[in-house]
Each structure stands twice: as structure tokens, then as C-alpha cells.
T-cell receptor
Framework: DAGVIQSPRHEVTEMGQEVTLRCKPI?????LFWYRQTMMRGLELLIY????????DSGMPEDRFSAKMPNASFSTLKIQPSEPRDSAVYFC??????????FGSGTRLTVV | GIQVEQSPPDLILQEGANSTLRCNFS?????LQWFHQNPWGQLINLFY?????KQNGRLSATTVATERYSLLYISSSQTTDSGVYFC???????????WGLGTSLAVNP
């Protein structure tokens, strides 16, 4: 398996633009997690899905953030409109039964 | 909620040295994982170890669930071991991991 695949690896966008981050989990994994990492706040869980259903989105910072998982092999995290304070590395991770995470390589987002 | 404390916060080693990293947690857990974040930012799962001992090459981990701590041993350290080591736990049916602040390790040649 190629592991958890995230795209793009880097994204630079202007304030106010829509940003879409993508994630392909490991085949057979039933949990998918979206994290954000900054120097100030460390790793923050934004949302997680079980069998494509959102279970806990309490970490989503505000209504500008949304996440979907239309099927078992694809998830998106969307920020609209983006702001400079959204600049961070966004990680996707998947696991089976919620144990033994595998992380993707992350998307480094810069909003200018 | 569960508190996770890692020690030491920072560690500097000479190549070839051994080290022990500690993770204390405040309540019973059913999931404990150790991760390594390398200097390029990649997060690698080292061990899923809610109890017992596991070994993988130069790394090994032991979790004593009854005493609420876990240890990560690095033997014969190499410069590629540099980075931040995180411990993360959860309990019950909640799959949300609670993360420690990490131990930042620098291995000098």
C-alpha cells in the first residue's frame, strides 16, 4: 500500500481564496482524522470520520472550515474564505478501529 | 480528561548513546502510541502499545498500564533519530487521541 496520500504537498494562496486539501486513506482503514499543526498550538485534531461518517468535529475552528468523506477512499478539508491565521501544516491520518495511526506527509498551507 | 506528560522535554545525545523517553498518563487508557516526527515534519507511528513490551530494531517500548506510564528506549542512537517523539493516548470509545507535548531529540555526530 502506498500509505496515506495527501495533496497538494504545498499550497500558497491569497487571503479570501478557497482552499481544498485532499486525502486518500489506506485501503481497509475505517477511521480518518484531520489534524492541524502549528508552532504555537502543536497538533490539533480538527475532525474524524468512522466509516465515512463524521464523528467528532469539535476541533473545527469555525464555519470557514468544512470536511467531507464521500467514500472510503477520499476525504477533503475545505477552507473558505482562507485567512493568514490558517497557515499551518495539515495532516490526514487513517487507522483501523481507531488504533495504530498512519499519517500522510501533510500539506503545508501558506495564506498571504 | 486524561493528561499526558512527557519527559524530558529536550535531549541532546552523541551518536551511539542510549536514551529513555518517558510518558506518564493520568488515567486508564486502551490505546497508547509513540510517534516520531522527523526534521522534515513527517510523522511516523513507531509503536501501538497499550500494554507490554515491543521491539523494532534499535527501538523498544514498554507500557506499564497499571502504573500509567510508558517508556521508549533508543539504543545506539543515530543522527537520523533526531526529531520530536510524541506519546498519545485515548480511552473508552472515543478515538480522539490526547497528545503529549513531545520530547525533542537531537543526536550529534
Amino acid at each position: 500500500d502506498a500509505g496515506v496520500i495527501q495533496s497538494p504537498r504545498h499550497e500558497v494562496t491569497e487571503m479570501g481564496q478557497e482552499v481544498t486539501l485532499r486525502c486518500k486513506p489506506i485501503s481497509g482503514h475505517d477511521y480518518l482524522f484531520w489534524y492541524r499543526q502549528t508552532m504555537m498550538r502543536g497538533l490539533e485534531l480538527l475532525i474524524y470520520f468512522n466509516n465515512n461518517v463524521p464523528i467528532d468535529d469539535s476541533g473545527m475552528p469555525e464555519d470557514r472550515f468544512s470536511a467531507k468523506m464521500p467514500n472510503a477512499s477520499f476525504s477533503t478539508l475545505k477552507i473558505q474564505p482562507s485567512e493568514p491565521r490558517d497557515s499551518a501544516v495539515y495532516f490526514c491520518a487513517s487507522s483501523w478501529e481507531g488504533y495504530g495511526y498512519t499519517f500522510g506527509s501533510g500539506t503545508r498551507l501558506t495564506v498571504v | 480528561g486524561i493528561q499526558v506528560e512527557q519527559s524530558p522535554p529536550d535531549l541532546i545525545l552523541q551518536e551511539g548513546a542510549n536514551s529513555t523517553l518517558r510518558c506518564n498518563f493520568s488515567d486508564s487508557v486502551n490505546n497508547l502510541q509513540w510517534f516520531h516526527q522527523n526534521p522534515w515534519g513527517q510523522l511516523i507511528n513507531l509503536f501501538y502499545i497499550p500494554s507490554g513490551t515491543k521491539q523494532n530494531g534499535r527501538l523498544s517500548a514498554t507500557t506499564v498500564a497499571t502504573e500509567r506510564y510508558s517508556l521508549l528506549y533508543i539504543s545506539s542512537s543515530q543522527t537520523t533519530d533526531s526529531g520530536v517523539y510524541f506519546c498519545a493516548v485515548n480511552a473508552g470509545n472515543n478515538r480522539k487521541l490526547i497528545w503529549g507535548l513531545g520530547t525533542s531529540l537531537a543526536v550529534n555526530p
